[in-house]
């Protein structure tokens, strides 16, 4: 390397430089994850769900975020990836945990460059209907495909096969747990790579900017179908998953609704930061537990209180307010790059 | 000499009002031509029609040899047929360095890696620095885009286009929306562009215009009245009458 100038970004000085950030990043999850196994030993079901519906929204966080994809379907990624894990676990004897998984991320890959190739011909409010209309139709079709789906009363009976022939999905969840928080650092670890190449820099210059980008000379559509493919490939890691810890796939897992929710998860987080998808989702699945279990039928209006209180003082979401508050405490930093 | 772009007879029409009607130019290699005309002529839709932002009503546009007319602007661009835009187009979260890298990596065909990391590549790094450091931006190039000086900006336009190593490079007006004390850093770096480059430069400002180009074209209302050396501009009947009569009454923006 002849590098007679001072460096252009910290990229440029070398692996350790250009990804030290994204692993102390991902060492805090994954000390953060095996406290919450120990303090929280009652509760590894939540835990495991927080972390299967995390991949859905970090997932959702590379087209919108990233993409600048307007959706309020994205469930269907996740939905497809859990019944794709489920049908085979319960048809082909299929059970091996990684294998399901595995299973699970292609069907959402596949899915997600159909979604893509669908919406990516619009963008706007018409790619939000768009969006909606295909999660229906998907929700649809896996209701009337009940010889497969177990249509509303949904997919069960599965039974995967111990981790390694060794940690069963027991009644405690602890191997279920583990295991998603396994899944969840490989993930973390992967987009960190993803998030940092020369492609990802391209899908936030095509979010900003089309025709710029096109007078660079990269075309647009293929940019973006590959980020939808890679996206629901995670999001159908989240649902192999949750079809894994609780062996039951149902409709609700290709909703409108979960759709929905999940964007608001990561509109609280931060669009655009990967940690920022992980914190909204942790908190709007935290307050929808603890305020559930106090008065069942007003969780949404506390939701709807805390997402208006970020709105007003944290307009990028947490991961943004953080930001914002380390920058009035500390000052200005002097790094250029996020 | 052989012509390196050649455009025959570009037509386009919005609605009932026709924008650029029957406009020919041809350029060979090395050429500097300004490109003059009132507000609202057609000059930028000119250059939209070439790169193939807008496609023509009618019209054919050869590259090097071969029709492009029917290719799209990513095509045109791979191929060396390279704009700059009036009002800048950057990212503003990225820094100059990350433009001019990225555009680096596309001409060497690594734009879209995923298994990458942007910046590692130490060659582009060092192309780009040079290109940067030539035009000036040495102090801003590891700024976000959107904090550094309009007349910044249009530097990184430039470093952009010079980046993708052009055949051909059409520059819609490089000064416009620049401090005038900030002019002449834009005119040295288009004085140190590349010999056998052919440029088409759009503005208005006469002396700019006259210091540039070894060949000037006059468009009004949609149509090419002059195409010529930049001595004879003035005498023109046709160019007096439709344009340089109301010169100086003429804005200078947009
Ligand atoms: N996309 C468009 N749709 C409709 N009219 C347009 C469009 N682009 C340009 N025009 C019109 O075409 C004319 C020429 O515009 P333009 O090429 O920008 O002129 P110039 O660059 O010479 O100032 C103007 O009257 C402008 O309003
Ligand atoms: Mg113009």
Not at chain 1, 59 to 78: E, I, M, N, Q, R
Not at chain 1, 130 to 155: C, H, M, P, R, W
Not at chain 2, 195 to 213: Q, S
Request: charged share 15%.
């Amino acid at each position: 390397m002849t590098m007679r100038h001072p460096p252009l970004s910290d990229a440029a000085l070398g692996i350790w430089p250009a990804y030290r950030r994204d692993v102390y990043g991902i060492l805090v999850v994954f000390a953060a994850s095996i406290a919450g196994y120990f303090m929280f030993p009652d509760s590894l079901a939540l835990l495991t769900r927080i972390v299967s519906i995390a991949l859905l929204v970090l997932s959702l966080d590379l087209v919108v975020g990233f993409c600048g994809v307007a959706t309020l379907g994205h469930a269907a990624l996740y939905g497809i990836g859990a019944y794709a894990a489920g049908i085979v676990c319960l048809r082909a004897g299929i059970t091996d945990p990684f294998l399901l998984v595995t299973i699970g991320a292609g069907a959402g890959a596949g899915a997600g460059l159909v979604m893509g190739a669908v919406l990516l011909r619009t963008h706007g409010l018409p790619q939000l209907v768009l969006s909606i209309a295909f999660v229906q139709l998907v929700q649809e079709g896996a209701n009337k495909a009940s010889a497969y789906t177990g249509g509303s009363d949904g997919l069960a009976g599965m039974m995967p096969a111990p981790i390694f022939g060794m940690f069963a999905f027991d009644l405690w969840g602890r191997s279920a747990y583990l295991f998603a928080i396994f899944l969840l650092v490989v993930v973390l670890a992967i987009l960190a790579v993803v998030a940092r190449s020369p492609f990802a820099m391209l899908c936030r210059g095509a979010k900003e900017d089309p025709v710029r980008v096109e007078a660079l000379g990269v075309s647009i559509r293929p940019v973006l179908l590959r980020m939808y493919a890679i996206s629901g490939a995670i999001a159908g890691v989240g649902g192999a998953l949750g079809m894994l810890a609780t062996q039951v796939v149902g409709l609700d897992g290709v909703s409108f609704e979960l759709s929905a929710n999940s964007l608001v998860m990561l509109a609280l987080g931060g669009v655009g930061s990967l940690y920022g998808a992980l914190g909204g989702t942790v908190a709007f699945m935290m307050v929808e537990h603890m305020v559930a279990a106090i008065n069942p039928f007003h969780w949404m209006t506390v939701i709807g209180g805390l997402m208006i209180g970020v709105v007003l003082v944290a307009p990028r979401g947490l991961a943004g307010g953080l930001d914002d508050l380390q920058r009035r405490m500390f000052g200005r930093n002097s790094e250029t790059r996020r | 000499m052989s012509a390196i772009f050649d455009v025959a007879g570009v037509t386009k029409s919005f609605g009932g009002l026709t924008v650029n009607r029957d406009v020919s130019m041809r350029f060979a290699a090395g050429d500097r031509v300004a490109l003059i005309g009132p507000n609202g002529a057609g000059k930028t839709t000119f250059v939209n029609l070439v790169t193939g932002q807008l496609v023509p009503d009618a019209g054919r546009i050869v590259l090097a040899g071969d029709d492009i007319t029917r290719l799209d602007t990513v095509a045109r661009v791979t191929r060396g047929l390279v704009r700059t835009f009036q009002v800048t187009r950057l990212f503003a979260d990225m820094t100059p360095a990350d433009h001019v890298v990225m555009t680096i990596l596309r001409r060497m065909g690594n734009a879209t890696r995923i298994l990458a990391r942007f910046g590692g590549d130490s060659a582009a790094n060092d192309e780009a620095y040079e290109i940067l450091d030539a035009l000036g931006l040495g102090d801003a190039m590891r700024r976000k885009v959107g904090e550094i000086a309009y007349g910044q900006q249009r530097l990184v336009e430039l470093a952009i286009a010079l980046a993708h190593r052009p055949k051909v490079l059409l520059l819609d007006e490089p000064a416009a929306g620049v401090a005038s004390s900030d002019v002449p850093r834009i005119e040295r770096a288009l004085e140190r562009l590349p010999p056998t480059l052919a440029v088409l430069m759009i503005d208005h400002d006469m002396d700019l215009v006259m210091r540039f180009a070894k060949r000037v074209a006059v468009l009004v209302a949609g149509e090419l009245v002059f195409d010529g050396a930049p001595a004879d501009v003035a005498r023109d009947a046709k160019v007096r009458e439709a344009y340089l009569g109301s010169y100086g009454h003429a804005s200078r923006d947009a």
